[in-house]
């Protein structure tokens, strides 16, 4: 799903494997703000030729603190950091905030600190809000 708000872009690519990038490589996308990472960060996902074509300034990462599948995979995060872009992670921080208002003007927050409420990915635009856990 690609979300467009003003002058703000983020794909929202779901779980999408390798394959499933490569069909996205012959679309055109408009510049990338940020990623939702595909499959949680898994060693599937991620491929350098998506990553190149969509050159996505920010990279959010959803995945549980210590789920069983150890996402995200080191290589994968070593994918994203090779080509300088930001990485947020809620394995790291329980949540991550991103706002943008009607210009597309983006704010990202964390809460650094675990607790005991689920990890999440909070997405708010001018109109609707949007949650995704």
Request: no cysteine.
């Amino acid at each position: 799903m690609l979300v467009r708000q003003g002058n703000f872009t983020m794909l929202l690519p779901g779980d999408i494997q390798k394959s499933g990038e490569d069909r996205l490589l012959s679309k055109s996308f408009p510049p990338i703000d940020v990623l939702i990472a595909p499959h949680h960060g898994s060693l599937s996902s991620s491929s350098p030729p998506f990553l190149n074509h969509l050159s996505p300034g920010r990279v959010i990462i959803s995945a549980g603190h210590l789920n069983r599948f150890v996402h995200p995979h080191r290589r994968f995060l070593a994918r994203y950091h090779n080509r300088g872009m930001t990485v947020l992670n809620t394995v790291s921080s329980s949540a991550v905030i991103l706002d943008v208002d009607k210009w597309g003007v983006m704010s990202l927050s964390k809460r650094a600190k675990r607790d005991a409420a689920s990890d999440m990915i909070t997405l708010s635009a001018v109109n609707p809000k949007l949650l995704l856990r």
